[in-house]
C-alpha cells in the first residue's frame, strides 16, 4: 500500500505528461506533499523573442532620436531667439 502523503491527486498533475509526473512524483521525500504543479502556457521562446524584439525597436528609436539631435545641431536648428545671427 503507498503512502498517502506521496500520492499526488489527478486534478493537480492532470496536465502533465506521464514522464513529467513520474519525475514530480520522484522529487517528493517522504510526507511531503504536492500542492500544485504545471507547466507554462507561454513558450519561454516567444518571450524571449518578444522582448529581444522590445529592446532592438527602443534601441533604433534612441538612434534615431540621437541621430536627428547631431544633426539639428550640426545644422543650427536649435539656435536660441535673440542670439544675433539671423
Known amino acids: 500500500m503507498t503512502d498517502p502523503a506521496l500520492t499526488?491527486?489527478?486534478?493537480?498533475v492532470g496536465g502533465l505528461?506521464?514522464?513529467l509526473?513520474?519525475?514530480v512524483k520522484?522529487?517528493?521525500e517522504p510526507g511531503e506533499r504536492l500542492l500544485w504543479a504545471s507547466v507554462?502556457?507561454?513558450d519561454p521562446e516567444r518571450i524571449a523573442f518578444g522582448t529581444a524584439l522590445g529592446l532592438l525597436s527602443a534601441v533604433a528609436f534612441l538612434l534615431f532620436?540621437?541621430?536627428?539631435?547631431?544633426?539639428g545641431a550640426k545644422n543650427r536648428i536649435f539656435?536660441?531667439?535673440g542670439d544675433g545671427h539671423s
Open 65 to 71: 532620436a540621437v541621430a536627428g539631435i547631431v544633426w
Open 17 to 19: 505528461s506521464d514522464d
Open 8 to 12: 499526488v491527486p489527478d486534478e493537480i
Open 79 to 81: 539656435r536660441t531667439f
Open 40 to 42: 507554462p502556457l507561454v
Open 26 to 28: 520522484s522529487e517528493l
Open 21 to 23: 509526473r513520474g519525475r
